[in-house]
């Protein structure tokens, strides 16, 4: 499928943001589904996935202030709240291996 990430943007700290991620077509319950960040000069990392269709996991640095999730249909959300001026980098999500085109955060006051 081809996924299409959104909601990127400069924001403050403390501050709260949510990405989206539209896929062409329906993200099945058992899908792989998860969101990475890369930052200037720093290797990907991940952010959150789920595996299956299982319980999500997160990175230590974002646990307690991201959630992913996705509606019924075709679109996976990343709400990002407390946000840091760590936390800024390109986003990207990803559905079984497709990857979105990323979208930036940037955590700044």
């Known amino acids: 499928v081809q996924l299409q990430a959104s909601g990127g943007g400069l924001v403050q700290p403390g501050g709260s943001l949510t990405l989206s991620c539209a896929a062409s077509?329906?993200?099945?319950?058992?899908?792989?589904m998860g969101w990475y960040r890369q930052a200037p000069g720093r290797p990907r990392e991940l952010v959150a996935i789920?595996?299956?269709?299982?319980?999500t996991n997160y990175a230590d640095s974002v646990k307690g202030r991201f959630t992913m999730s996705k509606d019924n249909a075709n679109t996976l959300y990343l709400q990002m709240n407390s946000l840091k001026p760590e936390d800024t980098a390109v986003y990207y999500c990803?559905?079984?291996?497709?990857w979105g085109q990323g979208t930036l955060v940037t955590v700044s006051s």
């Open positions: 990803s559905i079984n291996s497709d």
């Open positions: 077509g329906s993200i099945f319950n058992f899908a792989d």
């Open positions: 789920s595996i299956s269709g299982g319980s």
